[in-house]
């Protein structure tokens, strides 16, 4: 008389009213409700490129049932704010759903479901590929106030906080172009096979906003070019002693001192 054993249907709600009905008799109770566990995501499988587009799988529990419109989305850990829907989210069972990405960048970003009114959220499952340098378009003199174009990939699909580096040298300048292409003004410099560092920042994780991605040995400043030679007195020779003072002039010196050496014959 004092107790009733159901069978709890599908749902996905929270504080639901509890309402019990005997022949044609109903009685509720303020104090009695019932709620449905909200999604819990424990994994995912794979990462995706920083264009979008690329569809992803959730994996979890109280996903609710097929006639539900979940949302998913990614962005801030542990948060739905700040967070970017995906561009569709595909339920396919109470344990999975499929997520188109939306386009962005950063490591280890948070990933929120919602179904319903009830909201589930994880940290740092989900990471865009990093940036991927791999071409400048030529070399430049050591003089460097050349704008180039970098390629790749994963430069992300609009601008973001972007900078690039050239062996130990900052680029005075980068601007985003396309995903695959960024635009850099190159600093002064000397040597060859310099590797091209690129960082792309501003993306959605409190935990760790940038990525960067490294090309291996893709630019060299051109060599030192010498192409007339001053001579001491006016004339051609000088002492066997030496100890005189001889101007080389050319080009690719550097704008700075930089550890230089010349040689003569066998002789530095």
């Known amino acids: 008389d004092t107790a009733l054993k159901i069978k709890v249907p599908a749902g996905e709600r929270a504080t639901l009213s509890m309402i019990a009905s005997v022949c044609e008799q109903v009685g509720s109770s303020p104090f009695s409700f019932y709620q449905y566990d909200i999604p819990a995501i424990s994994s995912i499988k794979n990462n995706g490129p920083t264009s979008g587009q690329h569809s992803l799988s959730l994996l979890g529990q109280n996903f609710g049932s097929q006639g539900y419109t979940p949302v998913a989305s990614l962005g801030n850990n542990a948060s739905s704010y700040g967070a970017t829907a995906c561009e569709t989210t595909s339920w396919q069972s109470d344990s999975l759903v499929h997520c188109r990405t939306p386009g962005g960048v950063s490591h280890l970003v948070g990933v929120t479901f919602t179904l319903g009114v009830q909201v589930g959220t994880a940290s740092m499952l989900f990471s865009y590929d990093a940036p991927a340098p791999t071409g400048l378009a030529s070399n430049v003199p050591g003089t460097g106030k050349i704008v180039m174009l970098l390629t790749g990939t994963n430069f992300g699909g609009a601008e973001y906080s972007d900078g690039a580096r050239i062996g130990n040298s900052a680029a005075e300048a980068t601007m985003w172009v396309a995903e695959t292409t960024m635009s850099i003004k190159i600093a002064s410099g000397t040597k060859i096979a310099h590797n091209a560092v690129l960082t792309v920042a501003g993306g959605s994780s409190i935990i760790d906003p940038q990525q960067y991605g490294t090309g291996t040995k893709l630019f060299s400043y ?47």
């Open 222 to 268: 051109d060599k030192p070019s010498v192409v007339q030679i001053k001579y001491p007195f006016g004339r051609p020779n000088g002492a066997t002693s030496g100890g005189h003072t001889t101007t080389l002039r050319g080009s690719n010196f550097g704008d700075v001192p930089y550890s230089a050496r010349a040689r003569l014959g066998a002789s530095a």
